[in-house]
């Protein structure tokens, strides 16, 4: 007997598999190079260089992050606009999360929008019109620059925490819907996990932000 899928379940499928591969490795590889800020400008600098140096690097931000996220971030709008909130009427936790999912989602659309023109572009006029990634000898100086402001720190601010959210719980509700996870038990457990490794995400990358405007980050240099 044939299975016949429909093109809106497919659709959704394909927003979360984007949504985890290759959206959230490239997040956690993001992070990870952030972080060589916590020991100096030289290193980032260095790192940011390193990820230039990559044959091909072109094809691979088209083909591995641009076209995966703005399918992800167009269909997500979708699924927010066809969504119809129920939480005053069931203020289940799954409901409140699955809300905040949605509201992290435009508030990345517009971040990322932000994040990518002004550093990976420069083409944010009056704030900066160098790219990072074609200046990496001076990449930990224009993002240092920028976080002194505080109104534009408050921004990655909330930027990362809507990020860290969105995958944090993105992770949990792919293992939900793909079926990796079945039972009460199994999801409650999943669900601890999953905040825990939201917490440790947005420290990390709390710690990196902090790191261009204060050496060391929020530790002020005890780690390293």
């Given at each position: 007997?044939?299975?016949?899928?429909?093109?809106?379940?497919?659709?959704?499928?394909?927003?979360?598999?984007?949504?985890?591969?290759?959206?959230?490795?490239?997040?956690?590889?993001?992070?990870?190079?952030?972080?060589?800020?916590?020991?100096?400008?030289?290193?980032?600098?260095?790192?940011?260089?390193?990820?230039?140096?990559?044959p091909y690097i072109l094809f691979v931000e088209i083909g591995g992050i641009f076209i995966p996220l703005i399918y992800h971030a167009v269909y997500g709008l979708?699924?927010?606009?066809?969504?119809?909130?129920?939480?005053?009427?069931?203020?289940?936790?799954?409901?409140?999360?699955?809300?905040?999912?949605?509201?992290?989602?435009?508030?990345?659309?517009?971040?990322?929008t932000f994040h990518v023109l002004n550093f990976r572009f420069g083409m944010i006029p009056g704030l900066n019109t160098v790219s990072v990634a074609h200046s990496?000898?001076?990449?930990?100086?224009?993002?240092?620059?920028?976080?002194?402001?505080?109104?534009?720190?408050?921004?990655?601010?909330?930027?990362?925490?809507?990020?860290?959210?969105?995958?944090?719980?993105?992770?949990?509700?792919?293992?939900?819907?793909?079926?990796?996870?079945?039972?009460?038990?199994?999801?409650?457990?999943?669900?601890?996990?999953?905040?825990?490794?939201?917490?440790?995400?947005?420290?990390?990358?709390?710690?990196?932000?902090?790191?261009?405007?204060?050496?060391?980050?929020?530790?002020?240099?005890?780690?390293?």
């Amino acid at each position: 007997m044939a299975i016949r899928l429909s093109r809106t379940f497919i659709l959704r499928k394909l927003h979360q598999l984007s949504g985890i591969f290759p959206l959230g490795v490239f997040l956690l590889e993001h992070f990870y190079t952030n972080s060589k800020a916590l020991t100096g400008p030289g290193d980032f600098n260095n790192a940011v260089k390193d990820l230039q140096s990559i044959p091909y690097i072109l094809f691979v931000e088209i083909g591995g992050i641009f076209i995966p996220l703005i399918y992800h971030a167009v269909y997500g709008l979708v699924i927010t606009m066809e969504a119809r909130p129920n939480n005053l009427a069931y203020p289940y936790s799954r409901n409140w999360f699955y809300l905040i999912q949605r509201i992290t989602g435009v508030i990345l659309f517009f971040f990322i929008t932000f994040h990518v023109l002004n550093f990976r572009f420069g083409m944010i006029p009056g704030l900066n019109t160098v790219s990072v990634a074609h200046s990496p000898d001076q990449a930990f100086d224009i993002v240092s620059r920028e976080f002194r402001m505080i109104p534009i720190f408050i921004v990655y601010m909330i930027g990362i925490t809507a990020t860290v959210w969105h995958l944090a719980n993105g992770i949990w509700l792919f293992l939900v819907d793909w079926g990796i996870t079945i039972g009460e038990r199994a999801q409650r457990l999943t669900g601890y996990a999953c905040i825990a490794f939201g917490v440790v995400l947005l420290l990390v990358g709390v710690n990196a932000a902090v790191a261009f405007i204060r050496p060391g980050g929020l530790l002020g240099g005890i780690i390293y």
